[in-house]
Protein backbone atom coordinates (compact mmCIF):
# COMPACT_ATOMS: atom_id res chain seq x y z
CA UNK A 1 0.00 0.00 0.00
CA UNK A 2 1.49 3.32 -0.99
CA UNK A 3 1.60 6.34 1.44
CA UNK A 4 0.34 9.45 0.17
CA UNK A 5 1.63 11.32 -2.77
CA UNK A 6 4.32 13.94 -3.03
CA UNK A 7 4.15 17.30 -4.00
CA UNK A 8 6.19 18.38 -6.48
CA UNK A 9 8.04 21.66 -5.77
CA UNK A 10 6.09 24.12 -7.94
CA UNK A 11 8.45 25.76 -11.26
CA UNK A 12 5.24 28.01 -12.32
CA UNK A 13 3.36 30.75 -10.09
CA UNK A 14 0.76 29.67 -8.20
CA UNK A 15 -2.80 30.33 -6.54
CA UNK A 16 -4.52 28.58 -3.44
CA UNK A 17 -7.69 27.17 -4.05
CA UNK A 18 -9.97 25.32 -1.76
CA UNK A 19 -13.81 24.95 -1.22
CA UNK A 20 -15.76 27.27 0.91
CA UNK A 21 -17.38 24.86 3.89
CA UNK A 22 -20.31 26.95 3.92
CA UNK A 23 -21.59 26.24 0.58
CA UNK A 24 -18.81 23.79 -1.57
CA UNK A 25 -18.06 26.54 -3.68
CA UNK A 26 -14.91 26.87 -5.37
CA UNK A 27 -13.17 29.72 -3.64
CA UNK A 28 -9.36 30.88 -4.07
CA UNK A 29 -7.23 32.49 -1.82
CA UNK A 30 -7.39 36.90 -2.23
CA UNK A 31 -4.73 39.45 -1.85
CA UNK A 32 -6.62 40.67 0.60
CA UNK A 33 -5.83 36.74 3.00
CA UNK A 34 -9.61 36.51 2.55
CA UNK A 35 -11.59 33.85 -0.46
CA UNK A 36 -12.68 35.01 -3.58
CA UNK A 37 -14.52 33.10 -6.00
CA UNK A 38 -13.19 34.66 -9.01
CA UNK A 39 -9.82 33.64 -10.23
CA UNK A 40 -8.74 37.09 -11.73
CA UNK A 41 -9.20 38.13 -7.95
CA UNK A 42 -6.60 35.61 -6.69
CA UNK A 43 -2.92 36.38 -5.02
CA UNK A 44 -0.74 35.25 -7.48
CA UNK A 45 2.36 33.50 -5.84
CA UNK A 46 5.98 32.98 -6.84
CA UNK A 47 7.00 29.48 -6.98
CA UNK A 48 9.69 30.07 -4.10
CA UNK A 49 6.51 31.50 -2.27
CA UNK A 50 4.55 28.25 -2.65
CA UNK A 51 5.00 26.83 0.67
CA UNK A 52 4.20 29.69 2.55
CA UNK A 53 1.20 30.38 0.49
CA UNK A 54 0.09 26.66 1.05
CA UNK A 55 0.23 27.51 4.81
CA UNK A 56 -1.93 30.21 4.35
CA UNK A 57 -4.64 27.65 2.97
CA UNK A 58 -4.30 25.33 5.43
CA UNK A 59 -4.56 27.95 8.39
CA UNK A 60 -7.95 28.56 6.97
CA UNK A 61 -8.57 24.86 7.08
CA UNK A 62 -7.58 24.88 10.42
CA UNK A 63 -10.10 27.55 11.36
CA UNK A 64 -12.80 26.07 9.29
CA UNK A 65 -13.43 28.44 6.68
CA UNK A 66 -12.47 25.94 4.09
CA UNK A 67 -11.24 22.55 3.01
CA UNK A 68 -8.72 20.73 0.86
CA UNK A 69 -6.64 23.71 0.27
CA UNK A 70 -4.08 23.53 -2.42
CA UNK A 71 -1.81 25.12 -4.31
CA UNK A 72 -2.48 25.53 -8.29
CA UNK A 73 0.03 26.28 -11.21
CA UNK A 74 -0.93 29.33 -13.42
CA UNK A 75 0.28 31.41 -16.10
CA UNK A 76 -0.76 34.62 -16.54
CA UNK A 77 -1.97 35.79 -19.73
CA UNK A 78 -2.87 39.39 -20.21
CA UNK A 79 -2.15 39.48 -15.95
CA UNK A 80 -5.40 37.23 -15.95
CA UNK A 81 -4.29 34.11 -13.87
CA UNK A 82 -5.02 30.31 -16.11
CA UNK A 83 -4.41 27.15 -14.53
CA UNK A 84 -2.10 24.95 -16.00
CA UNK A 85 -4.26 21.82 -15.94
CA UNK A 86 -7.64 20.90 -17.07
CA UNK A 87 -9.04 20.22 -14.00
CA UNK A 88 -8.06 23.47 -12.46
CA UNK A 89 -9.20 25.57 -15.42
CA UNK A 90 -13.23 23.68 -15.12
CA UNK A 91 -12.63 24.24 -11.00
CA UNK A 92 -11.95 28.07 -11.95
CA UNK A 93 -14.73 28.12 -14.65
CA UNK A 94 -17.34 26.84 -12.41
CA UNK A 95 -19.63 23.66 -12.34
CA UNK A 96 -19.68 21.87 -15.52
CA UNK A 97 -23.48 20.47 -15.14
CA UNK A 98 -26.81 22.74 -13.93
CA UNK A 99 -26.67 23.29 -9.90
CA UNK A 100 -30.60 23.05 -10.61
CA UNK A 101 -31.89 19.77 -11.91
CA UNK A 102 -33.96 19.79 -14.64
CA UNK A 103 -36.99 17.39 -15.05
CA UNK A 104 -36.73 14.30 -16.21
CA UNK A 105 -37.06 13.35 -19.89
CA UNK A 106 -40.06 11.07 -20.48
CA UNK A 107 -38.65 7.82 -21.51
CA UNK A 108 -39.83 6.44 -24.97
CA UNK A 109 -41.74 3.38 -25.00
Known amino acids: MSGPAKA ?3 TQPVAI ?3 DLADGRVVWLA ?3 G ?3 NLAAAR ?3 PEEAAHALAQGQAAERARRVV ?3 AVEVELLAGVPRPLR ?3 RLR ?3 PSVDAIPRPALPIAV
Open 35 to 37: WTR
Open 8 to 10: RPA
Open 31 to 33: ADG
Open 17 to 19: TAN
Open 86 to 88: FRE
Open 68 to 70: GAY
Open 92 to 94: ATG
Open 44 to 46: IFA
